[in-house]
């Protein structure tokens, strides 16, 4: 399934959107972030979105993660236009960081198996928390951190969606697993909030360490590809996308390179993944 050309370009466009209005809010409360993966990428690549995204990532050391969601929440600049969904106070949701969710719009992903959750055309906001330089004990704790994610997502739902390397019998066996788990978890009235705290207790475990200088994201298929020194990220260097400026790390080629190994060569066609929505509102239909 693919995109209508002209809609998915409407759909880059309102999250362009999103995205400015992001900037402009940060910019008026001091809150550091950039632009990163994919959205980076398309900068870097292509001066604006890789032809076949439909998202926009970026992302925000955890103090300023923590800064923005409590003052956009307050501030009516941004309240009255979007929501700010997150697992601790959106029902339904189950993502470890946060969505800026434009109000009256419709994005429902196909791989969307969580009937309770509805969320809006967005942008994703990834928190960044510091990490130690012992790599054994880094991936220590970035297998804890995704079991107890994965936990609170089984707390909500039974089938979430598997990756497509389960095949075959373990594939069934890990479906029969995961609906066995929610039931448990149902059962024992175990939520995903308070699983979610046990992830965040770890992911948060080094932010106040004295002398840190390696941050990464935790909630990544592989966090150790994320994982970049402060004088990667910052100060930050403005980078056009979409004739606009915005802020990127400042080693942009390292954080790409960890991430993409060779980020400049076009992927294959089977390779280029998007979201794909299955229900697409615009909320102008009607205009």
Same mark, same amino acid.
């Given at each position: 399934m693919e995109y209508d050309k002209d809609i998915l370009r409407k759909? %880059?466009?309102? %999250?362009?959107?999103?995205?400015?209005? *992001?900037?402009?809010f940060c910019k008026k409360h001091d809150i550091e972030y950039f632009i990163a993966y994919g959205t980076a990428i398309g900068a870097v690549r292509h001066d604006g979105f890789i032809p076949w995204d439909d998202d926009i990532d970026i992302c925000m050391v955890r103090k300023d993660y923590n800064r923005f969601i409590e003052l956009a929440k307050?501030?009516?600049?941004? =309240? *009255?236009?979007?929501? *700010?969904? =997150?697992?601790l106070d959106t029902p339904g949701y189950i993502s470890p960081f946060i969505k800026v969710s434009k109000k009256g719009t419709l994005f429902t992903e196909a791989t969307n198996t969580n009937k309770r959750y509805k969320q809006g055309i967005f942008v994703d906001i990834l928190p960044f928390d510091y990490v130690p330089d012992d790599? #054994?004990? !880094? $991936?220590?704790?970035? !297998?804890? $951190?995704?079991i107890w994610s994965r936990v609170a997502i089984l707390c909500e739902i039974g089938d979430p969606i598997l990756p497509v390397e389960i095949k075959g019998v373990k594939r069934a066996v890990t479906g029969f697993g995961c609906k066995a788990v929610h039931i448990i978890l149902k059962v024992i009235r175990f939520n995903k909030k308070k699983a979610f705290n046990r992830y965040l207790k770890i992911a948060t475990k080094y932010n106040s360490e004295p002398g840190l200088t390696l941050m990464a994201e935790f909630d990544d298929l592989v966090p150790e590809r994320t994982v970049l020194a402060e004088k990667d990220i910052f100060p930050t260097k403005d980078i056009m996308f979409e004739g606009s400026m915005f802020p990127g790390p400042a080693n942009m080629h390292l954080h790409l390179s960890n991430y993409y190994g060779d980020y400049m060569e076009l992927p294959?066609?089977?390779? !280029?993944? =998007?979201?794909?929505?299955?229900?697409? #509102?615009f909320g102008d239909e009607g205009c």
């Open positions: 759909l %880059q466009l309102t %999250q362009l959107g999103i995205l400015k209005d *992001i900037d402009v307050m501030e009516s600049e941004m =309240n *009255i236009k979007y929501d *700010i969904l =997150n697992i790599k #054994v004990l !880094r $991936a220590k704790m970035f !297998r804890k $951190a995704w294959p066609l089977e390779m !280029r993944h =998007n979201h794909m929505a299955k229900e697409l #509102v």
